[in-house]
């Protein structure tokens, strides 16, 4: 058995072809989209994060929203990039709308991708500290906010309180009971991925990895889990990790399918730089017969190592088509493949 999500990135453009033509439209469709699949009886809706992009931006509105339509799916991140983010102010927006939606918040976060603009994080206020890159300021808000969300008392309280406090050090509020266990990291490379072990995040791996060895997407990616999996034992941490991966999955079940996604192009991984002197390996698409998807994800090594599919979805395209895709993955391929 496996969770099987979805993750949109939120795109929006005018286009007429279009069917999110604005933000409104989109942050809207996400919450119609949440309650389909909830319905449907998928397991989780989460939500790519980005700046200065006609995307979906600032998360936790839309977490709440969806939390307070909804009553047991997962609602998470996939990820929000910490080199923007003030931990403690996190840790409010985190811990109210994990309390709206009854403790099902799942939030990824990591250092992030590129972005639109250079140094976008710098028009948010935040430099990283001599002798740190960008990258080291993502991980150092990353502890700081886990540390946060154990809900310890920190700040001294004031002799002349407006309200009446408790005795001791003063925690930030509301505290979410849980959620430092929902905290996943997006990881790209084998050693981020082992450092989320010894911090005790769950990891969320994507379609695309940093490219070590050479070696196909899906094998690369199964063996970061497994590196992820022995650090977590050898942390010696009391519960067991969780683990998600990110797949484009489209089961032709229609002419509408096979317009959109019969056409072929991205059976095979693809090499490239994602940075500058950084090669990744993206992953394959699947698009096929549900016969026939389910022979190709059985290989799929990473998916098998995975106890959380994540079904990235053309949001652009409507609730209505999106929620087809996901019921056909539900119903045609994740029964024969012991997902369901």
């Known amino acids: 058995m496996k969770k099987i999500g979805f993750l949109s990135f939120g795109h929006w453009t005018p286009s007429p072809q279009s069917q999110t033509r604005s933000a409104a439209d989109t942050l809207l469709q996400s919450i119609d989209l949440s309650v389909a699949a909830e319905e449907l009886g998928a397991d989780g809706a989460y939500f790519r994060v980005h700046h200065f992009a006609r995307q979906l931006s600032s998360p936790f509105p839309l977490l709440a929203a969806i939390g307070a339509r909804t009553k047991r799916i997962e609602i998470g991140t996939a990820v929000i990039d910490m080199r923007y983010e003030n931990p403690l102010y996190m840790i409010e927006d985190a811990g109210s709308a994990d309390l709206i939606s009854g403790g099902r918040l799942q939030l990824g976060i990591s250092r992030g991708s590129p972005e639109q603009v250079v140094d976008g994080w710098r028009y948010f206020g935040y430099v990283p500290q001599e002798g740190q890159t960008d990258a080291d300021m993502a991980r150092t808000n990353a502890e700081i906010f886990l540390q946060l969300l154990q809900g310890k008392g920190f ?11 408790p005795p001791g050090p003063l925690r930030l509020e509301p505290h979410a009971e849980g959620l430092r266990e929902r905290i996943w990291w997006g990881a790209a490379t084998t050693s981020t991925a082992q450092w989320a072990a010894k911090l005790g995040m769950n990891l969320q791996s994507s379609t695309l990895v940093f490219d070590e060895s050479g070696k196909p997407f899906h094998v690369q990616q199964a063996e970061q889990i497994r590196a992820y999996k022995a650090a977590w034992k050898e942390a010696g941490h009391a519960r067991a990790p969780r ?48 016969d026939a998807l389910i022979k190709e994800l059985a290989a799929d090594e990473a998916i098998a190592e995975a106890d959380t599919l994540l079904l990235t979805v053309p949001n652009q395209l409507g609730v209505d088509y999106n929620a087809h895709v996901i019921e056909a993955v539900l119903k045609h391929v994740a029964p024969a493949l012991g997902w369901r």
Not at 155 to 165: E, G, I
Not at 265 to 273: I, L, P, V
């Open 155 to 165: 700040a001294q309280p004031s002799p002349n309180p407006m309200f009446p406090n």
């Open 243 to 290: 683990v998600s991966v990110s797949r484009s999955i489209f089961a032709l079940m229609n002419d509408m399918d096979r317009a959109y996604f019969g056409r072929g192009g991205k059976e095979q991984d693809s090499f490239g730089f994602i940075e500058q002197n950084v090669r990744a390996v993206f992953g394959r698409g699947y698009a096929g017969e549900p």
